[in-house]
């Protein structure tokens, strides 16, 4: 049934449980498994960074961003390698640069993929994931299955 599955994480997921699906996926039909990263570029979901005080704390926010975007990608690698290997599944691993949205569409198109999987985050102030996965769901010329976060409830 699908033979080339694409599983774009971001590392901000809270729940490892579709990556561990994806995998079983690609073992059950014996599919090629992708895992794609997209680091995001731009930083206008964060607000007013351009009105901080100074270029310098402008500077000092823009490196942290990216700081954090660098420790989720080599979290997201060691959490997938983990995986793979208890899982006994070979996958390849792509980064791209840019809009998510864009980044994975055309991934999407340039791999050729049958099934997209897609964990999320919970809402809140600045998170463009759900965004992201409106815009991947109504544009995806493939399967797209979408795992949603859960929050626990105290």
């Given amino acids: 049934m699908f033979k080339n599955i694409l599983l774009a994480v971001s590392g901000e997921e809270?729940?490892?449980n579709f990556i561990g699906l994806a995998m079983d996926l690609a073992?059950?039909?014996g599919a090629n498994l992708t895992a794609l990263h997209v680091t995001e570029t731009s930083l206008a979901h964060?607000?007013?960074v351009d009105q901080?005080?100074?270029s310098i704390a402008r500077e000092?926010?823009?490196h942290y961003i990216h700081d954090q975007a660098a420790e989720r990608k080599t979290r997201v690698r060691s959490t997938l390698d983990?995986?793979?290997a208890e899982k006994g599944i070979n996958y390849q691993w792509k980064i791209r640069n840019g809009n998510?949205?864009?980044e994975i569409l055309d991934e999407i198109k340039a791999g050729g993929y049958d099934l997209v999987v897609l964990g999320t985050k919970p809402a809140s102030p600045g998170n463009t994931s759900r965004r992201v996965k409106e815009i991947l769901a109504k544009n995806t010329p493939c399967s797209v299955f979408i795992q949603e976060?859960?929050?626990s409830k105290k």
Wanted: net charge neutral; proline share 4%; glycine share 4%.
């Fill in 52 to 54: 901080l005080a100074s």
């Fill in 27 to 29: 073992l059950c039909y």
């Fill in 149 to 151: 976060s859960r929050q």
């Fill in 60 to 62: 000092q926010f823009i």
């Fill in 14 to 16: 809270t729940s490892e």
């Fill in 46 to 48: 964060y607000g007013y």
């Fill in 82 to 84: 983990a995986l793979a």
């Fill in 100 to 102: 998510p949205a864009v």
